[in-house]
């Protein structure tokens, strides 16, 4: 076996084969396999983002017949729904979820993805995507304002010009206020990475917890993940 190249080559790679089942499978299972999978309205406890209580007041109307008020389990709503829309409309076609480890993209989009991120139930199916004719968007929370989604997911060439993003007409009401599954995608983009700690673009670098009137004070100090008690 060993005298011939050709079965040489042929054990090399079904050692290489076992060696990457076992490192990029067997192995993260076992570590995370007794983490509990959170489910939305556990993200949803974490803080709602400023955006979708914004939302709440630009359209008050339309937002109470979709939502009613902005407490967490509306917004849970929304994120689930707003991730249904993302799988339907096929935005994983062109956009991944996934920053990682090479090419230097943490300088581009944020922190590098940990595996802990997708542990819940919104990430089933996994969106990390295959293909980028878009920029990844697991780092999209605050990055742009709830008025520039509007108005893309309207047309993107509204201010894009030479975007190739498909328009989204139909997330929208008559009177082009988005609709219940326009205000679930905008809540669902301003979430994605809203729960890490340390993140460059926010508009503003705080959330409003849940039924608090008081002025939000910095991520760090409402509960979101860290490496230590994530
Ligand atoms: C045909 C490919 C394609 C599809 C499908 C698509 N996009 Fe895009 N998207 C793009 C491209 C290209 C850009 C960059 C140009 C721009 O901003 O329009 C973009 C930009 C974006 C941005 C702005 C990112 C940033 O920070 O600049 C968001 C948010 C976004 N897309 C969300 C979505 C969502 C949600 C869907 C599904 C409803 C979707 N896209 C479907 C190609 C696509």
């Not at 201010?159 to 989204?168: E, L, N």
Request: hydrophobic share 40%; aromatic share 14%.
């Amino acid at each position: 076996m060993f005298e011939t190249k050709s079965g040489v080559v042929g054990i090399a790679g079904l050692f290489f084969f076992v060696f990457a089942f076992i490192v990029m499978g067997a192995l993260p299972w076992t570590i995370y396999k007794d983490q509990p999978e959170l489910t939305a309205l556990q993200l949803a406890e974490k803080g709602i983002p400023h955006e979708f209580v914004d939302l709440a007041e630009r359209f008050p109307q339309q937002f109470r017949e979709y939502y009613g008020e902005p407490t967490t389990e509306a917004f849970a709503e929304a994120i689930t729904l707003g991730r249904d829309v993302f799988v339907g409309e096929a935005c994983w076609h062109c956009h991944s979820q996934f920053v990682r480890p090479v090419s230097r993209e943490d300088i581009r989009w944020g922190p590098i993805a940990h595996a802990r991120e997708y542990n819940n139930e919104l990430q089933r199916p996994v969106l990390f995507g295959t293909r980028r004719v878009g920029p990844d968007l697991s780092r999209e929370a605050g990055r742009k304002s709830n008025d520039w989604h509007i108005a893309h997911f309207y047309k993107p060439t509204n201010v894009v010009p030479s975007s190739v993003m498909p328009s989204y007409p139909w997330l929208f009401d008559e009177h082009r206020v988005p609709n219940k599954k326009g205000m679930a995608i905008i809540a669902y983009v301003q979430w994605l990475g809203s729960w890490l700690d340390v993140y460059p673009d926010y508009e503003k670098p705080a959330k409003s917890a849940p039924g608090s009137t008081d002025e939000p004070t910095s991520v760090a100090e409402q509960g979101h993940d860290t490496e230590e008690n994530a």
